[in-house]
């Protein structure tokens, strides 16, 4: 009897010990790093998240910039801190994009991180130049076969979701076109523009006022649905590639072996934040989906994508610059 009891009192003890610990979370302020230059999606995403938590947490938000090399400069700071929590990662699917892509890394994107929550994401559009003559994605891929190699594809970066996408479509639908990489999306949209590329799978935020304007013609999205803002564009799936999904995710991590606790308080106050109806609502004028899954969720995704863009950097032998 004495030994259930004290089992009893020791689970109690326990559970208050927990309790008291993600009470106490966060201690300090948190530093939001961001792994790219201010102004873009991270950024803004990042932004948001700094305005809405501090009531929830008690604590300031802060966001930092620290960008290049494709996001590795500012994952590895995150990689190196504290486990504490009080330093988080905000960054894109290239996360795990990038420890595919490069050789050597001073981190690993899988071993040396804690999955928090994703945050939003946003599914490409294929955009064709308005010289292209194709309307549809059948009429693009029969233009793609009758002149093999003749189409080329501007991408924001070797390796960058964008380009994975083409190389994907490319894959999937048999067809050859050349891959052409600048260095960003802003650079890519205007030789778009300009007629220097024929296509792109571009995020929304980027395409919606071109296509508006008619100077360039989206043809399909990469989701599984079609855009609320876009409706009238097909998916890659009902067009006739089932199953076809390719987007652009962003997520927050902490450093391995993040306290249970503190993931858990993170996970609940970032997922209350978003689901404000001003933070919806500016989300969803961008395309944006809000995601908020779990850090179960979060790692079964990265484990999903991690064999996804392994097949398609390989098979392609895509390298890093």
Known sequence: MRSTIHALLMTVAACCASAAAAQAYPA??????????????????????????????????????????AGNIGAEQVARAPNDGHVLLLNASS???NGILYAKLPYDPIRDFTPVTQVASYNHMLVVHPGVPARTLR????????????LSVGNS??????????????????IDYVHV????????????????????????VNTLPFTAAGKMRAIAVTGKQRLAVAPDVPTVAESGYP????????????PAQMPAAAVSRMQE????????????QKLAAQAWDVITNTPAEFAAVIRSDHEIWTKVIRSAGIRSE
Request: proline share 9%; charged share 20%.
């Open 157 to 174: 970066g070797v390796g960058t979701p964008g380009h994975l996408a083409a190389e994907l479509f490319k894959t999937t639908a048999g």
């Open 95 to 97: 996360h795990v994009i």
């Open 28 to 69: 300090k302020p948190v530093r939001i790093v961001v792994p790219f230059p201010a102004g873009g999606p991270a950024d803004m995403l990042a932004r948001l998240l700094a305005e809405k938590l501090p009531e929830r947490l008690g604590q300031p938000v802060l966001v930092d910039n620290v960008g290049g090399a």
């Open 243 to 254: 199953g076809f999904e390719a987007g652009t995710w962003f997520g927050i991590f902490g």
């Open 139 to 150: 009429e693009f891929v029969a233009l793609a076969k009758a002149k093999p190699g003749s």
């Open 181 to 204: 990489s600048y260095k960003g999306s802003a650079p890519a949209t205007t030789d778009l523009l300009g007629g220097q590329v024929q296509a792109m799978f571009n995020n929304p």
């Open 269 to 280: 106050e970032v997922a209350r934040a978003l689901r404000l109806p001003d933070a919806r």
